[in-house]
Every structure is written in C-alpha cells, then in structure tokens.
C-alpha cells in the first residue's frame, strides 16, 4: 500500500509512484495506491473532485485503488461528497475515503455515498499510542460502526516512539518543542520502558515495531513514513508478530498517562462547515 496525494510534492509523489509501478510484474495484483484529493477554500464544486482525480490517474497510469477527501473544508463538504461519487462512477476509482474526518461528517459522508449506493470505504485519521483521542472520544468506534476501515497515520508520533530521541538530542523544529514538553514528566519515558520491555520478549523486536503492532491491535492500518531502506524494513517487520492482550493492556494504561503530546485543537482543520452547521472534525 503507498499512501500519496495531490499535494505531496505538488503531484511529483504519484509521478514517482507511477515510473515504478510501471517496472512492476502485475501491478494491479501487487501495488494498492491510495491518493488524495486537498480540499482548498477555492475548490467548491463537484467537478473539483473529478478534475483532480483525472490529475493523479494520468500521474499514476492507473485507476486509483482508494481515493479520499485529504481533509475538510469550512464549506463545500457535501460537493466534495457527489465528486468522489462521480470519480467512482466515471471508473477512475476503485474505492473512496476520507481523512480527518470526524463522527458527525464521517456519518454525513456514509449516508450521501449510500443513496447512490457507493460504500465509504475508509477514514484516515492520526492515531498512535501519544495521540489517542479518536478512541477516547468514539470516533474509532464510529468507524467500526459503518465498517469504514481506519488506516492510522502518525502511527510513530513523528519519531517520538522509535526511541530515538532523548532529552538532550531533540528534533529541530516544531518537534523540538514537543520533545521538551513530553520530558517534562516521567510517563513519557514509563511508556518508553514498557515499550521497550514487550521489544524484548519478541525477538528483538523494536519500539517502532511495537508502536505500529499497537495501531494494528485496534484493528487500524498503520501507515508508516520511512527515509531508509532500513526504516521500511523494520516497519514491515512487525507484521511478523502481534502484541498479546496483557501487552495491549499494559501498553493502553502506559500511554493514558502521557498527557503533554498533541492535542485535537492545535490541528489546523476546519472544525465546521459554515454553511451546513456540520462538525467536521474532532480528532
């Protein structure tokens, strides 16, 4: 699964994904590509949608496997919705999502996709052992609910449940300032250490695997980033073991105690549809 979009790279991400799918032996068989559709104040039509689809499936040389709104607008949600209907219709995709969607919106978009008998397929919403709010607040349970699949980005809160960071050796950056506040208190470094003991009982297993095996037992997808060879080899490793239900525990009471990582309302989405009254998101 390469998870892409529109704007990354302004279209030189699916370019890339493209040239190599195109060296690929039966591509439909062994590559699944998700992109994204940047929902931008001036894009207020249906045939936004459609537009930009026909975009990243000329960049990609394929229909999409998954296409999504990337994130809500402040007005124009319901267009974006008939947009990703028509994509679907038109066959230039196989499946639609959104992200960062939250219960009220993500409902709204299942109902209209519903009446032109279209499933939404998917949700994807930041979530990892620092950033649990989709399942304190129901919106994990929501998804289950409509049986739209999570898939979890941030699942490694931007390196912050690698183990690679410490007090002293901090990000540059924005991330720096996180770093400072999770030190702040001994829960971040407790949930290190449980992290690092369940490492151990799996063969050498490492935080990153442990982290993402976390996502995966709350029934998510977890989409990684990685910038080595190594990096995306430690990643699919953990699809080579899972956590056991004690571990799962142990690790739910370790992270609910670390309470200084990113909160929903420091996230720059459009928390309502100005038009409509519609919540569009919560986590």
Not at 35 to 49: H, L, Y
Not at 135 to 148: K, M, P, Q, S
Request: aromatic fraction near 10%; charge should be neutral; charged fraction near 25%.
């Amino acid at each position: 699964l390469f998870d892409t979009a529109e704007i990354y790279g302004f279209g030189r991400s699916e370019s890339l994904i493209g040239e190599f799918t195109e060296k690929v032996p039966n591509p439909d068989e062994q590559v699944i590509v998700a992109s994204k559709f940047a929902a931008f104040p001036f894009r207020t039509k249906p045939q936004d949608v459609v537009k930009a689809c026909e975009a990243s499936v000329k960049r990609l040389g394929r229909p999409i496997d998954l296409y999504q709104i990337h994130f809500p607008n402040a007005w124009s949600n319901a267009e974006y919705w008939d947009g990703l209907a028509m994509a679907y219709e038109k066959g230039l995709v196989k499946a639609v999502g959104v992200s960062n969607y939250g219960i009220d919106a993500m409902r709204a978009c299942h109902d209209a996709l519903a009446k032109r008998g279209i499933p939404l397929s998917s949700n994807q919403i930041q979530l990892s052992l620092l950033y649990r709010w989709p399942i304190e607040n129901g919106l994990l349970e929501a998804c289950r609910d409509l049986n739209v699949q999570v898939l979890a980005y941030s699942p490694l809160a931007l390196g912050y449940l690698t183990g690679k960071y410490s007090a002293d050796n901090l990000p540059s950056g924005p991330r720096k300032k996180l770093g400072e506040k999770l030190f702040e208190t001994e829960d971040y470094n407790n949930l290190l250490n449980v992290m690092k003991g369940i490492a151990d009982k799996h063969n050498g297993a490492t935080l990153s695997q442990v982290a993402l095996n976390w996502t995966r037992a709350k029934n998510t997808i977890p989409i990684p980033g990685a910038r080595t060879v190594k990096q995306v080899q430690q990643n699919y490793g953990a699809l080579d073991w899972m956590l056991t239900a004690d571990e799962e525990k142990e690790l739910d009471y370790a992270a609910s105690k670390v309470t200084t990582f990113i909160t929903p309302d420091k996230n720059p989405f459009p928390k309502q549809d100005i038009n409509t009254g519609l919540i569009m998101y919560d986590s």
